[in-house]
């Protein structure tokens, strides 16, 4: 199975984590907090100076361009995408 065809099958619920009987205030910091955790991760892997992984930060570049302002998504895609082409 490709990586785009397993990633349409993540549930459209944005929070599909979270019980839905969860405190607006509880979800809206949870929600926060990974975007955030999401983002440093992100942010790391974009500043290695490794030319051998260039590939990688380029596809990760590119999930998040097609996830804008949503960090945790484009992580999760990148990963989904690293496994795919890892063969596992």
């Known amino acids: 199975m490709s990586a785009e065809r397993m990633f349409q099958s993540v549930p ?6 979270m ?13 926060e907090s990974l975007r955030w955790q999401a983002q440093e991760i ?16 380029a596809r990760l570049r590119r999930c998040v361009a097609r996830n804008p302002g949503r960090p945790e998504r484009a ?6 995408i690293n496994r795919d082409h890892s063969g596992l």
């Open 19 to 31: 019980s839905s009987d969860t405190p607006e205030e509880v979800r809206q910091f949870a929600i």
């Open 12 to 17: 459209s619920d944005p929070d599909p984590w």
């Open 42 to 57: 992100i942010d790391e892997l974009l500043g290695g100076q490794d030319p051998s992984e260039e590939l990688v930060r």
């Open 75 to 80: 992580l999760l895609e990148q990963l989904m």
